[in-house]
């Protein structure tokens, strides 16, 4: 059956949540281990760090509240299928696409925070390639605590699929080209 979660978009809360634990988890670091770090994870650090306790607790209390409309919507359906992201993959060592005006950090993730904000168990499996044979991704998501419904799916796809081990098998390494 085709259906949604009747869901307003995170992605502003999720930003707070996920730039203030950034600007948590960097509050013991060296200034030369911040060095090292990749440059959009340091612009997230610094967002992070702007942050007032009335924007965190506020963020808070809307994923509060997402979490519940996205538990509503699995008290009827068992499984939630959709694509892992929105674009085709972006080169190798990148973290996100290069950045233009049409496409933005939240095009990248729209599809997989709103289940790392509720907790809801979800797996990506290979779902075959694009012209240009680029990875595609296939989420599926569950129940809060079904993680052996969402794996039993998971594995199904891949064995009725003949994509299973799609993606290990034809990645190869730029820096040792026999991996």
């Excluded at 988890?25 to 009335?54: M, Y």
Aim: overall charge negative; aromatic content about 8%.
């Amino acid at each position: 059956e085709e259906a949604q979660p009747n869901i307003d978009d995170p992605l502003p809360f999720y930003r707070t949540l996920l730039d203030s634990g950034s600007a948590l988890n960097v509050s013991s670091w060296s200034d030369e281990q911040l060095a090292l770090a990749d440059a959009t994870f340091i612009e997230g650090v610094e967002r992070g760090r702007a942050l007032s306790a009335v924007d965190l607790r506020a963020a808070y209390l809307q994923r509060g509240a997402f979490a519940t409309t996205v538990a509503n919507f699995f008290q009827r359906y068992d499984l939630l299928v959709l694509p892992c992201n929105p674009t085709t993959a972006y080169d190798l060592g990148r973290r996100e696409p290069p950045r233009d005006p049409g496409d933005t950090w939240e095009v990248t993730v729209c599809f997989t925070a709103p289940f790392n904000i509720t907790g809801q168990p979800a797996i990506t499996v290979p779902f075959g390639h694009t012209e240009s044979g680029l990875p595609l991704g296939l989420q599926i998501v569950g129940r809060f605590g079904r993680d052996d419904l969402v794996l039993r799916a998971a594995a199904a796809f891949e064995a009725t699929s003949g994509l299973a081990n799609q993606m290990v098998s034809q990645v190869k390494s730029p820096v040792n080209s026999e991996a």
